[in-house]
């Protein structure tokens, strides 16, 4: 088990536990205000490193050209995230120019007592390093901070893919139930009691992949719901979800883009569909384009495979190759690996038993 905990099961920051030990090093001057009872801290734009509070910002960036397969939608997304960190970096800068209290400030901590590093950057060689308690010391600062202030203490993670998984879950939380937790609110009773409409038991993203994201939260599958009606159509589904028939429906990602002039034109609904339906899960990737070769073709050795690789994400990095892709809804391509496809593997394995059973 791992020596961190979590501050709570939205934000996903780990902390460390209320005894561990936290040191902070500084000069006599800087132990004598501590001492005295007071902690200098920076505000976010003054940091040492200007990314420290932005990195973030370049993660999100990175997650949505991860995740986002059409050009348009990507750089409108993009466009839409970065108007908004603008404005609250202008709010926090209009803060400081006004010399309002207000705003974002960061103090750091160390959980080494004797870093050569923190010796020589944080005191010369010639200054102190302070122990605290973890818990006593987040007390303290709740304390001072009051009512009109909001603390947030963590674990700096430096580990690039933990940092995409932290924010990955974080984003996923927040696009699925408004700051709760689906996975906690939704449990399999809750899941049961619904009506539901299903595809085939060959489509991936209208059964296999939801069965399969069942089956990892819960143990169970479609095939367990009690209330599973199978259509013969996306709009079909849609159109028995706008009559009230069924209450959930499995699809892909963006059906609710296609069928949202459909939702009051056709389906006879008055507000958007947007504003009537929601998200409550969100299945692992969906590998519908790939680029594959032959394993028993004499001509397909390492050097070729390699060849064709590197001139498809040539032709993916350049604006004339993009306008020739985008086609295909095509952004770019990367090199894959065996462990990509792993969930795969299971969508074919859970497609067998359930021929098999038929």
């Not at 400030?105 to 870093?115: A, E, K, L, M």
């Not at 893919?161 to 879950?169: A, G, R, T, V, Y």
């Not at 209330?227 to 429906?249: E, I, K």
Request: glycine content about 6%; proline content about 2%.
């Amino acid at each position: 088990m791992s020596k961190y905990k979590h501050i709570d099961d939205f934000i996903k920051i780990p902390q460390l536990n209320n005894n561990d030990r936290l040191f902070h090093y500084t000069s006599a001057a800087g132990v004598k205000g501590i001492t005295d009872g007071e902690f200098w801290i920076t505000e976010s734009h003054f940091l040492n490193d200007s990314t420290e509070f932005t990195i973030g910002t370049d993660i999100c960036m990175e997650i949505l050209e991860k995740h986002m397969r059409n050009p348009r939608r990507l750089l409108y997304a993009k466009d839409m995230l970065m108007e908004q960190m603008r404005k609250y970096y202008r709010e926090e800068q209009e803060d400081t120019v006004s010399g309002s209290a207000e705003g974002s400030y960061v103090i750091s901590f160390c959980t080494s007592g004797d870093s050569l590093l923190m010796w020589s950057e944080y005191s010369d060689f010639m200054g102190y390093c302070m122990e605290f308690e973890y818990g006593k010391l987040k007390e303290t600062f709740q304390e001072h901070c009051g009512n009109d202030s909001t603390l947030f203490d963590g674990k700096v993670i430096y580990d690039h893919d933990e940092q995409i998984e932290l924010l990955e879950d974080t984003i996923e939380r927040l696009l699925l139930s408004d700051g709760e937790d689906y996975k906690t609110i939704y449990g399999w009773d809750d899941l049961d009691s619904a009506n539901w409409s299903v595809m085939s038991s060959s489509s991936p993203a209208g059964y296999i992949y939801p069965a399969l994201w069942m089956q990892d939260r819960y143990g169970k599958g479609i095939t367990d719901l009690s209330n599973a009606v199978q259509s013969d159509s996306y709009a079909s589904a849609f159109a028995r979800l706008a009559s009230g028939q069924v209450d959930v429906l499995v699809t892909y990602a963006d059906a609710r883009r296609d069928y949202e002039e459909n939702w009051t034109s056709e389906y006879g609904r008055s507000a958007s569909i947007w504003e009537e339906t929601n998200v409550i899960g969100v299945t692992d990737p969906i590998y519908n384009d790939t680029v594959c070769v032959s394993k028993t073709s004499p001509y397909m050795d390492e050097n070729l495979k390699t060849a064709i690789q590197t001139a498809l994400i040539n032709i993916g990095n350049t604006e004339e190759g993009k306008a020739v892709i985008a086609i295909y809804s095509h952004n770019g391509y990367e090199p894959a690996q065996s462990s990509d496809y792993d969930k795969e593997r299971e969508a074919q394995k859970l497609i067998q038993e359930l021929n098999a059973a038929n």
